[in-house]
């Protein structure tokens, strides 16, 4: 009854946002209802992040798909993501050398796509950048 309304539970995420969040309720229902493949995912349901800040954890490297994965050495690959150039490279941390298979070159794609996504997420936070883009 005397519950004030000054605390709001839902305290905006350090990194990302609203975009984040609305991205990963987009990307929660494409998956379920359209099929949507996990690894084509740019949000990730594990860690509620961008793809790219978290592909680093061991959850990220799969065996079984060969994502984040050198065949050749069965060892867990390591990510490097550029957030300036939106590079991103991977690299076995056995061989060093990059592991090119379709299940890395789908894991490149979605961290490239989310290193995009979250500097437009940011861009779309300054009230002066949208005007201007008006
Ligand atoms: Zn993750
Ligand atoms: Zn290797």
Known sequence: MSIS???SP???????GRQLTATLRREDAAEERA?????????CPVHRRWLYQCVSSPAHAIRVTGHRWCRECDAAAAVAVDELTG???VTC???LRVPDSAANRQLLRAC???VVAARQARHHRQPWETRLAG
């Open 5 to 7: 309304a000054q605390a």
């Open 10 to 16: 839902l305290a905006p995420s350090p990194n990302g």
């Open 35 to 43: 099929g949507l493949s996990p690894h084509d995912r740019i949000s």
């Open 87 to 89: 590079a991103v490279v």
């Open 93 to 95: 941390s056995r061989c």
């Open 112 to 114: 490239r796509a989310s």
